[in-house]
């Protein structure tokens, strides 16, 4: 069964930094890409990051570039969103995610909020 648990958000005063991770089980990590998404209430889900299998190879949304990093350690079937430079656009729910050939399949979403 496949199973995508995010964790690490909360509450965050503007200019700070969060560390995001998503553990995976129930399918070969090793062998995906996996991505990063957020969304606001009533708004669409957005990408943020992606990262390819081996990680040799990561793209961001323009609005997070330059201030997230998106990382994966295999070995732990990790990925991880490391954000830094936080501001009150930054806050949304974040979710994990991985698409096979069939469907994609998403965390319950973990809550980050950038206030002071």
């Known amino acids: 069964q496949v199973q995508l648990v995010e964790s690490g958000g909360g509450l965050v005063q503007p200019g700070g930094s969060l560390r995001l991770s998503c553990a995976a089980s129930?399918?070969?990590?090793?062998?995906?890409?996996m991505r990063w998404y957020r969304q606001a209430p009533g708004k669409e889900r957005e990408l943020v990051a992606t990262i390819t299998r081996t990680g040799g190879s990561t793209n961001y949304a323009d609005s997070v570039k330059g201030r997230f990093t998106i990382s994966r350690d295999n070995a732990k079937n990790t990925v991880y969103l490391q954000m830094n430079s936080l501001t009150p656009e930054d806050t949304d729910v974040y979710y994990c995610?991985?698409?096979?050939?069939?469907?994609?399949?998403w965390g319950p979403g973990n809550q980050v909020t950038v206030s002071s």
């Open positions: 995610n991985f698409r096979d050939t069939v469907t994609g399949y």
């Open positions: 129930g399918f070969t990590f090793s062998i995906y890409a």
